[in-house]
């Protein structure tokens, strides 16, 4: 496997000795550990001459001192060419509780091991939400399904104009192998995997029972810059793409056809579609934008409602 975006944000353990070495993670503010089955993804890389002891690495949880183990799996990386990234999927099974969250995911290497190791798409994740694969966790997934809401709008409004044009959300960006999304410069802070993209949002929209409203980048970013009315095309072609993926049959449309590719047999059901974000706060380029758009787009998908941001000047 060549790594494609793998060379990039890797985690690099350098072990110098022939001792046992231990990488730990807390999660976010903690891990809530239960009785159920964890399922572990990483990308693996060994370096050079680096080996581990016995071709084994024991991954699992611990509490804050190490010294209570809830749930282990032990894994053959031998099987991995060196200097090459190798995906291991796994299950971790947890057969105790803890009242605490202060618990570690660790990735331990035996004693004997040495020389520079890499990772890459580290996770551990519980069950899903209608065990989706890639899907939502459990609890946060069942809160939204509680609430029964009629409509979701995604992806989201300042995430789909990203800071800068080149840092929009890019629908295409965000539907193959997690290995594969690039990522980008988030809007608020941090960095946007893209690791729950555009079929995760809206099957999980489906799964709750809610219809969604998409939204699609109209031209217009946080930076206050627009694409001028004569370069609009190319984006205009991009959410025609996006539209096709999402609702055309495989047996006689390419992007349908993708998307049954990527395990997605039957169209979604999208009857909304927001053009923009917002754009009371760009009324003058929303005059030219809107209709650009939704000129082509109402024509092309005559069963879909398309929606404007603003009413300003258009």
């Not at 002891?53 to 699992?60: K, P």
């Not at 580290?122 to 939502?136: E, H, I, L, M």
């Not at 030219?288 to 787009?297: D, E, H, K, Q």
Request: proline residues 6%.
């Amino acid at each position: 496997m060549d790594g494609h975006h793998l060379d990039k944000d890797q985690l690099l353990l350098i072990l110098p000795n022939l001792c046992p070495a231990l990488y730990r993670n807390s999660g976010f503010y903690g891990i809530n550990i239960q009785v159920q089955n964890y399922t572990a993804r990483f990308f693996y890389r060994s370096l050079g001459q680096a080996y581990v002891a016995d071709g084994q690495l024991s991954i699992g949880f611990s509490d804050s001192t190490g010294q209570i183990t809830y749930g282990i799996s032990k894994i053959d990386v031998s099987i991995a060419p060196a200097d090459n990234w190798f995906p291991f999927s796994f299950t971790i099974p947890v057969f105790s509780n803890t009242s605490s969250a202060k618990n570690f995911f660790f990735i331990e290497f035996p004693p004997g091991s040495k020389g520079d190791f890499e990772f890459n798409l580290v996770s551990c994740f519980p069950p899903t939400y209608k065990d989706r694969v890639n899907g939502a966790r459990m609890d946060i997934a069942q809160v939204f399904a509680d609430l029964k809401p009629g409509y979701v709008r995604l992806p989201g409004g300042n995430d789909l104009e990203g800071p800068t044009i080149l840092e929009r959300f890019i629908w295409n960006n965000t539907i193959d192998l997690l290995e594969n999304r690039p990522g980008r410069r988030g809007t608020w802070t941090g960095y946007n995997t893209e690791g729950f993209g555009l079929i995760e949002l809206l099957t999980f929209v489906e799964d709750i029972g809610a219809t969604p409203i998409l939204a699609v980048y109209a031209g217009y970013s946080l930076d206050g810059k627009a694409v001028p009315q004569d370069e609009l095309q190319p984006y205009i072609d991009e959410v025609i793409k996006e539209l096709d993926f999402l609702t055309a049959y495989a047996s006689n449309n390419s992007m349908g056809a993708l998307r049954e590719h990527l395990g997605r047999s039957e169209p979604f059901d999208i009857r909304y579609v927001e053009i923009g974000n917002e754009d009371f706060f760009a009324a003058s380029s929303y005059s030219y934008r809107w209709p650009a758009f939704y000129n082509v787009l109402s024509q092309r998908y005559p069963n879909i409602t398309f929606i404007a941001t603003t009413t300003k000047s258009i």
